[in-house]
């Protein structure tokens, strides 16, 4: 009987709004999948909870991402048809700020870019259409109808029912204890069991940097706390009178949705208080200071909304230091990939991201444009994935965005990537993890 028996095509670790979209996709193209997850199938420890996410069609942070969010609107139509329940709620969006500020002329530019309906209000239309909102005098904004939000448990609950399906296998509250290249395939070693794989698909969350150690510093976890508040006046704050909004005042920036699924206005502010960590380590408590800097947002803005808390969650972003993405295959085992750092703006992509990752277990190459995710714009090592675009950049045959973030690779530049970990398993590792399967363990379990 041979060590090895149990043989998938992909291993995928984290089944979060990431890795069950993407066990999913993988499940619909026939591949013997695995999704190995350590906490419960939902849970509330990561990204992944929190009744509402927001989705935006508009998107301030870089015009490249309204593509990705096309193709994530018609598959996130997909699993609503295929799981006979909605998931998305279109409310409108509005990215407001003040007339030269990010916020509101990246949310213009990427309208106009890409011909999206939209209109541009002062604050005081704002307050016409929409009398929850008292915004700042000087702010503008961008509504765009097509915005809303996600219900990212159910999501989650309907990608990994479509799995079971299709006959993908996910394990819950299994947690991965090791794992290393095997030939042009993988070994792993969960706290369950042994496995092997033709490909590992890592979409961890914010325990990404513990499990790829080249991520270090790469992909921070960061504490973040949301409230919901009772309104005085519940009728304005309802989905077909409140779209969801990302808002940039003088006190920060903040996002926020209509009251949905539980009592109270949902909102939070973006990057909290800056408390970066280990994942395992950062309080998912709420205190009364939380409480305290979003209420005062609240009563400025949001006066019919500040009634008495309802409740206070924290969850965790994931940061990547110019807040992009991180998308890539292994800088040195191509067989492994990864989805990580989506730095507190990636829940309304899961579902495009799926897509991609299973692209990447299955050819290592993808259909969507995700050049302005890759790792080597911080390790200048280029991966696989990437090099074709760099053999076009030195043909003159393609060129990055020219207001886009930079981005080393394309200048030769990077930085090393702390402790030297690049490319290195996880630790600990197990007993031969360099060695061949034992004497006697002669059988490919791929056979």
């Given at each position: 009987?041979?060590?090895?028996?149990?043989?998938?095509?992909?291993?995928?670790?984290?089944?979060?709004?990431?890795?069950?979209?993407?066990?999913?996709?993988?499940?619909?193209?026939?591949?013997?999948v695995l999704g190995i997850e350590r906490f419960d199938i939902?849970?509330?420890?990561?990204?992944?909870?929190?009744?509402?996410?927001?989705?935006?069609?508009?998107?301030?942070?870089?015009?490249?991402?309204?593509?990705?969010?096309?193709?994530?609107?018609?598959?996130?139509?997909?699993?609503?048809?295929?799981?006979?329940?909605?998931?998305?709620?279109?409310?409108?969006?509005?990215?407001?700020?003040?007339?030269?500020?990010?916020?509101?002329?990246?949310?213009?530019?990427?309208?106009?870019?890409?011909?999206?309906?939209?209109?541009?209000?002062?604050?005081?239309?704002?307050?016409?259409?929409?009398?929850?909102?008292?915004?700042?005098?000087?702010?503008?904004?961008?509504?765009?109808?097509?915005?809303?939000?996600?219900?990212?448990?159910?999501?989650?609950?309907?990608?990994?029912?479509?799995?079971?399906?299709?006959?993908?296998?996910?394990?819950?509250?299994?947690?991965?204890?090791?794992?290393?290249?095997?030939?042009?395939?993988?070994?792993?070693?969960?706290?369950?069991?042994?496995?092997?794989?033709?490909?590992?698909?890592?979409?961890?969350?914010?325990?990404?940097?513990?499990?790829?150690?080249?991520?270090?510093?790469?992909?921070?976890?960061?504490?973040?706390?949301?409230?919901?508040?009772?309104?005085?006046?519940?009728?304005?704050?309802?989905?077909?009178?409140?779209?969801?909004?990302?808002?940039?005042?003088?006190?920060?920036?903040?996002?926020?949705?209509?009251?949905?699924?539980?009592?109270?206005?949902?909102?939070?502010?973006?990057?909290?208080?800056?408390?970066?960590?280990?994942?395992?380590?950062?309080?998912?408590?709420?205190?009364?200071?939380?409480?305290?800097?979003?209420?005062?947002?609240?009563?400025?803005?949001?006066?019919?909304?500040?009634?008495?808390?309802?409740?206070?969650?924290?969850?965790?972003?994931?940061?990547?230091?110019?807040?992009?993405?991180?998308?890539?295959?292994?800088?040195?085992?191509?067989?492994?990939?990864?989805?990580?750092?989506?730095?507190?703006?990636?829940?309304?992509?899961?579902?495009?991201?799926?897509?991609?990752?299973?692209?990447?277990?299955?050819?290592?190459?993808?259909?969507?444009?995700?050049?302005?995710?890759?790792?080597?714009?911080?390790?200048?090592?280029?991966?696989?994935?990437h090099q074709p675009k760099i053999d076009m950049l030195a043909?003159?045959?393609?060129?990055?965005?020219d207001d886009g973030p930079t981005h080393p690779l394309y200048?030769?530049?990077?930085?090393?990537?702390?402790?030297?970990?690049?490319?290195?398993?996880?630790?600990?590792?197990?007993?031969?993890?360099?060695?061949?399967?034992?004497?006697?363990?002669?059988?490919?379990?791929?056979?």
């Amino acid at each position: 009987m041979t060590a090895y028996s149990k043989h998938y095509h992909a291993i995928v670790v984290g089944v979060g709004g990431m890795g069950s979209a993407t066990c999913y996709q993988l499940a619909r193209r026939n591949k013997r999948v695995l999704g190995i997850e350590r906490f419960d199938i939902p849970h509330g420890l990561g990204s992944s909870h929190g009744y509402t996410r927001i989705i935006r069609l508009a998107y301030y942070e870089h015009i490249a991402y309204v593509a990705l969010l096309r193709r994530a609107y018609e598959l996130w139509a997909d699993i609503e048809r295929i799981g006979g329940e909605q998931l998305l709620y279109r409310t409108g969006s509005l990215d407001c700020g003040p007339a030269d500020s990010d916020v509101f002329t990246g949310s213009l530019r990427s309208c106009i870019e890409y011909d999206l309906p939209h209109e541009i209000l002062t604050s005081a239309q704002v307050s016409e259409r929409y009398p929850a909102y008292r915004l700042p005098r000087e702010n503008l904004a961008v509504f765009q109808p097509d915005g809303g939000f996600l219900l990212p448990e159910r999501s989650t609950v309907a990608f990994v029912e479509a799995a079971h399906a299709l006959g993908a296998e996910i394990h819950g509250r299994e947690a991965l204890l090791g794992w290393e290249p095997w030939g042009d395939a993988v070994r792993v070693v969960t706290d369950r069991d042994r496995y092997t794989a033709d490909t590992l698909v890592f979409t961890a969350g914010a325990w990404a940097q513990n499990l790829l150690p080249f991520l270090d510093g790469l992909a921070v976890p960061e504490r973040q706390v949301l409230a919901w508040l009772q309104p005085a006046r519940p009728e304005w704050f309802r989905p077909e009178r409140f779209p969801v909004f990302n808002c940039l005042v003088p006190e920060g920036r903040y996002y926020g949705f209509p009251v949905f699924a539980v009592p109270g206005f949902k909102f939070g502010r973006y990057h909290h208080f800056g408390e970066t960590g280990e994942a395992e380590y950062l309080s998912r408590e709420a205190y009364r200071e939380d409480e305290d800097v979003l209420r005062d947002f609240a009563a400025r803005y949001f006066p019919d909304g500040a009634g008495p808390t309802m409740m206070l969650k924290a969850c965790l972003f994931t940061n990547t230091p110019d807040r992009h993405f991180l998308i890539d295959l292994h800088p040195e085992y191509p067989q492994v990939s990864f989805a990580a750092g989506f730095s507190g703006h990636g829940y309304k992509f899961a579902s495009v991201i799926g897509e991609i990752m299973a692209d990447l277990a299955e050819r290592r190459a993808t259909r969507h444009d995700i050049s302005l995710f890759n790792l080597a714009r911080f390790t200048g090592q280029v991966t696989a994935l990437h090099q074709p675009k760099i053999d076009m950049l030195a043909r003159g045959a393609w060129s990055p965005a020219d207001d886009g973030p930079t981005h080393p690779l394309y200048r030769g530049g990077g930085r090393e990537v702390p402790g030297g970990a690049l490319g290195q398993p996880l630790s600990p590792r197990q007993p031969g993890a360099d060695s061949p399967p034992a004497a006697g363990d002669t059988t490919d379990p791929r056979q």
